[in-house]
Every structure is written in structure tokens, then in C-alpha cells.
């Protein structure tokens, strides 16, 4: 009898509720997971995620700090809006420093926070708070709903507003019972308005920038995230061969905003206010292409004049009003797509350049990548008789790997090295933009949670695939969020982490070399320390150990290597290991920090850093020469 009833009766469509706009929105965009540490307020969104015809994941994961991060690894690849959705207050304040980070570096992000119910709000209730304002500060649009009619309406403008360039963060809290109410079965969110990113510039404005730069006697380009993040690497490079300028990425740059094997690629400009200045002095005409996070120091004296001197000229192109004259005027200004805009800039400038002058340049910056080149070979080999591991043995290694497997359009490198960025930035063969991930906030601990949201995708919108995800990580960092490994070994994600441990924060100590040298004897400051080698930027007694946190945590295999020798078999044996298994593999690799030094640091800049930092030539070939104020070992970001 059963059995006649279920033949002839039509199937009944399921029940729809409010949440299931969420799921309009998905189905719309091509949204396939939603990343979060569950709550009860927010189980009825999550739920949606249990009806396979919804056709999206939930990503466990064990702190919102995570959860975010692998949300912005996600958004990165995909570039959609990837959602979070966090448990009232305690849920947006663990999110916090990593909503910064995607604040800085522009990462689209949908986060729902579940509210209390209306009803029960001004009581006070467990949990709840006014959340709107925590989150604020680093959001696009926050907002609270305010009656449960508002649904479609507020998440149709959250999702446009996050995809608007340039994009961002959009925080929505919403009072739980909202998304409990039925909705009729035909009743669905219509779309969401995509704005179109390629905008261009009007033809007066590219004229006048572009014959500014074409009679700078000495131009410079600074590549911002705007440029990495358009895929305009190739019309960024027109532009540097037909000036002839050197470009320097933005510090902490999110991508990877230049071709590392052009001979103009200079690495990052230095986040000291010395080896900043050193990079624009001498320069007539600053190019800001794109250019967001653009004071990134820690360490500023006012007296030593600005980051940018007053003598250059700054040209700005963004597709971001607020960083375009941010903090220096600006003699020409384009608000437009840089992919848009560069082209138009490029033939202006082709028409009235002095050729000659132009191939000299260019000789020039060839002449100086071969002797990078050829030192950098010298450094390494140098490195490689080394009672310990320094970075750029393990950067070499990788990069062999990467190559072995014919994996060149097929790793994604998520850099956490804080200390040691050069050899990583420098050695591996990025063909994308998005083959490097980094944040620009400084805020640490986000690169374990960002390698599980690359890794869930197979390819990221810039056809970069993720056969090959590494995590090359400090001590320090990795310890903020180990729980991470969880979630990797939970959702299958084969994963490489690479910890460098040095048993200490390094960059701080660093940090610390670099506050003295320029406050110890600053008029009305002349501090300084009651010691240079503090045990409080030590990690050590008891010894973290990285192979077994993992091994416990989530039963995820490593090993632990100590010399130079071993590091290439490790390195070939772990990628063999994750790319055929599909599991994560954990390699802690003992590098050596200054508290183990038999020497503390001093107030010598030189003496702060390790001998690897020390002895390690700059990527930045135009500015780093006998004259220059840039210093050994600069290049440790200190944040
Ligand atoms: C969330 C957060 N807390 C504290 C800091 C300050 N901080 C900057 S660098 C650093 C240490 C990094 O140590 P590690 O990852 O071991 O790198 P190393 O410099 O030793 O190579 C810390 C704690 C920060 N940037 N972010
Ligand atoms: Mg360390």
C-alpha cells in the first residue's frame, strides 16, 4: 500500500526557510563551502549545508581564527566571497586579528554572526553583546537585521558590497530566529548585482600620468596588491620594459604582485623607515600602482623624515579611492582597474619616451638580476656548509621540487616565514599571482587555517592548481593555531608544513636591535633596554615539539631535521609522501635564532640578525649598494 502512495503522489519539495536565501546566494555564485566553529544559534544555517541538493560543505574547524583564515585561503583561490559564519560575541572576537588581515589585504568575506533573539537582546543574554561595533572597524558594511523581512534585502547588498571593488569584508549579525521562519516555496532571492571590476580611466588623466613618467629621469614602480590580484603581471611588465624602471612590491604584499624572474623584480621594499627611504631617494617619479598597505613599519621617528621623501614625485593608480593620495599627495591620480588602465598608460608612454634611454636602463637591471643571481648561487652553497638549516636551503629544495614535478602551475606557497622571506620569494617559481599567499595585516598565526581553505579547491581563479599546498611557517606562528591540523586531517587535505624552529621570535628580536639603534639615543627618548637577549622572546623550556603536536592532534606523520645535508631528501620524501597519499606531513626543521648564540644581540644592526640574515644578499639590487642605508638582514619583517 506504501509503496502505490510513494509511485503516484509528486514528490514534496522540502521546506524552505529564511536561511535558504543563503543558499539562493550560493547556487547563484558558485559557492561550494562555508567555514566555522559551530554554536546552537547557528545551527539552523548549518543545517542547510546537511541537504546535498543545497550543493555546500560545512568546514569544521576548531577556532574562529581558523575558520576565517581557511575562509580567506578559500575566497583567495576562488575569488567569490567565501562565508563564515561565527557564535555571537565570543565567535567575531576570536575572528578578530585575522578580520583585520583581510581587512588590509582585501579578501571578499560574507561573516554571519547569530544574534540572541530580538526578544531577549535587552536583557542581556548569554553571549550576546552589541557586535556590530567589534567588527566594524574592518568591514566594509556591518550591520545588525532589524526585522526578519530584511533577509533577501541585506543579503543581496552584503554579497554585492563584498564583490565591489575593491573588495572586502561584510559583517551581518543576525538574530537567530530570523532564520528559522518558513518562507513560502517559491519565494527565492533573485540575484546578487555584480559590479564590473574593469573600469577604465578617461584619456586626459592616462595622457598626463603617462608623460609624467616618461620624463622622470629616474622612475621607480612600486606593485601593489591591486596589481596581483587584477592578473596584470604581464601589462605591469609592458610598462617597466618601456620605462626601464625598477619595481618594488608592497611590503607584506598578499600575492605576488611581480614576475619574480624579470630582471626588474626587486623583491618588497624593507619595513624600516631607513631601508624605505634608501628605496625612494635618488628617484624623481614614484609609479603607486595599486599600491594599499603603504607605512608598513613599526618602527618610526618622525625626525628621519617620511617614508616617502618630499623630492619624489607619486604618480597613483588603484581601483581604491581611499589609497590613492592615502598619505602623500599625489601630483597624478587614476581611479581605475589597473589591468584597464596600464595598457593606455604603456603606449602613451611608448610615444614620447627617449628610446635610448630607455634600453640603457634596461641593461642595466639585466646586468644586476645576473649578478643576483650568481651571488644568491654563492650564498646558497655557502649555506649548505652550515652546521644548521638556513631558509634558503629549504627555499631551494622546494623550488627543485616544485620543478621535479613539473608542479609549476600547480603549488600554492603560503608564506608565514616571517623572518626569512627573501629565499622563498625569491627562488620559487611563481606563475601567477596567487602561486604565492600572504596577508598584509602582521597579525600572525593565519597561515595553517589558509592552507585548508586553498586546499579544498582543486584550482583557483587564475588557473593555479593546488597539487602541492606548503605552509613554510615560524616557531612562533605555528603555535598560535596547531589545532588547525585537525580540520586538515578531518576533510583528507593532503598539506606540507614546514616549521622553521629557531625556539624563538626572532623578527622581535630584530625588532628589538632596531628600537635602540633608533630611539637608544633619540633626544628626550634615549631608551633602552634593561637587556638584548630577553627570555621572553624565547620559546623554550619546555620545547614545543611539532612532530608530535601533530602526530597527537590529528595523527598527522613528520619529521624532524637538524642539517643542511638533509634537508633536499626530506623536503623530495615529504612532497612524494603528501602528493601520493593525499595526507599532510609535518617537517620541523631546526634553524638557529639569536637567544642560542653564544653572542646576545647588540645595538649593531648587523649584530642582531643571524649570520644567515647577515650574509644574505638583498633582492633589491638598485638600492642596496655601498652607499645605501640599507642594512644586512633588513629584510626580516618585523611586526
Ligand atoms: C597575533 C600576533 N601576536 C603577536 C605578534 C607579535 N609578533 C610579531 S613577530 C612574532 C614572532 C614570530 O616568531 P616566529 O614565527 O617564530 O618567527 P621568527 O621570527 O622566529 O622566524 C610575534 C609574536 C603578532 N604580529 N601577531
Ligand atoms: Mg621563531
Redesign the pocket.
Known sequence: MERTLAKTLPPVPPPRWARDYLFDVCRELGITRIFGVPGVNEIPWIDGTSYPENGVEYVECLHENIAIGAAMGSARMTGKPAILIVHVTPGIAHAI?NLFNASRSQFPLIILCAQQQNALVVQEPLLSSDTVPLARNYCKWAHEMKSEDDMKLVLQRAFKEAMAPPNGVVFLSVPWEFTMRRIPEGDHLKGITRISPHFGPDPESVRDLADRLAAAENPLIVAGDAVGLAGAWAELRDLAHATGAPVLQQTLSAVANYPNDDSHWQGELPNNQAGMRSAFEGHDVAFLCGFSNQAQVLIYKPSDGPLIPDSVSKLYLSNCIWDIGKNYYGDAALFADVKVALPQITARVKEVIAPLVVTQRNDTLTGRAVERRAQWEQYLDHAMTQDNVWAVVIADALRWQIEQHNLQRDFVYVH?????PSPFQYLLPYAEPTSYYCVGG????WSFGATIGIKEEERGVQGIGTKLVVAV??????L?YPQAWWTAAHRNLGILYII?N?S?????QVGLGTVVKVYGEALGYDWTPRTMNPGYLTIRDPQPDFVGIAKAMAGIEGKHIEHPAEVRPAVCDAVRYVLETGKSFVLEIKTV?LSSQQQPPDTDDAGAVTPSLRTQPHLDWVHSGPNSARRPGDTALI?
Do not use: Q, R, V
Open positions: 586579528t608565514e616565514a616571517i623572518s626569512d602582521g597579525s600572525l598565526g611557517t615560524g616557531d612562533g606562528s605555528s598560535f622553521t629557531n624563538e621570535y626572532h623578527t622581535l635564532g611586526c
